[in-house]
């Protein structure tokens, strides 16, 4: 019995102290990795109104998606949106309340979020919200006017944020464009209106008639534009429709 004491105790002993080998995970993948640790920006279709392909509407979105393991509460962030008027001037974000879209609701997880001009085809692209101005020719520093030259940020309460939305501190936590980025004139179908745009994925053509994703193995957003935006196909975080040719076919679904 004595002996049978023993060899139990030495076993236990030998089990504890062991330095487990095993790499507890799905199938060898790190399980948090599958997450992404908050709201991006998925979708965006930008568009000139005037280009007769777009029949002379503005079918401007964004999608907002919710990759994290939770369901979270819209209500802490905002959309904010911001025109740039020329190629070289580089400033800080700016918002006022016409610029800015809090958003309220719960946005489960691995679900999406569309907003969209008061100008799209409601119709056709599936949406949660619309947003913007309602005149066809006008000011293009009202929303939601995503022509080329137009960024947008994606907002979230923070007490130490630098932005003061109706009385509530935000701080930037993705964006798609940056008026903190030069930007290029396009050489594609001439606007009468705009003609400014940022390179992305390594277009440096014309990126203003297209429909833009990201990259469903992106997990963080990011507030560097040019890491996002990328020099070409494989470093970019977004992926390009082809010119003229939207795709609104996963408008509100995650990217595949």
Known sequence: MKQIFILTTALLVLIISCT?????????????????????????????????????QRSHYVEI?????????????????????????????SFTPTTCLPLTGLLDSGKCYVVISKLSDTMLIPHDITWGTTATFGNASLPLQLSGNSA????????????????????????????LVARLVSTGITSNRNNIMWAISGESGDTRNRTIKRKYDVKNPTIDWSLSSGTDSTNSQWMLSGSRAWDYSNVGLPTQ
């Not at 487990?20 to 948090?32: E, P, Q, R, Y």
């Not at 998606?65 to 974000?93: C, E, K, P, Q, R």
């Not at 979230?156 to 003061?164: I, L, T």
């Open 152 to 179: 947008i940020a994606l907002l979230k309460k923070d007490a130490a944020g630098s932005y003061d939305l109706g009385g509530n501190n935000y701080k930037i936590i993705d964006v798609f464009g940056s008026p």
């Open 65 to 93: 998606f919710n990759g994290t393991s939770a369901n979270l509460d819209l209500s802490n962030y905002a959309i904010g949106y911001h025109a740039v008027s020329n190629t070289d001037s580089l400033y800080d974000w």
């Open 20 to 56: 487990s080998k095993i790499d507890f995970t799905a199938n060898g993948l790190n399980v948090n990795s599958m997450y992404a640790s908050d709201l991006m920006i998925s979708e965006i279709s930008t568009a000139i109104n005037t280009d007769p392909n777009a029949n002379r």
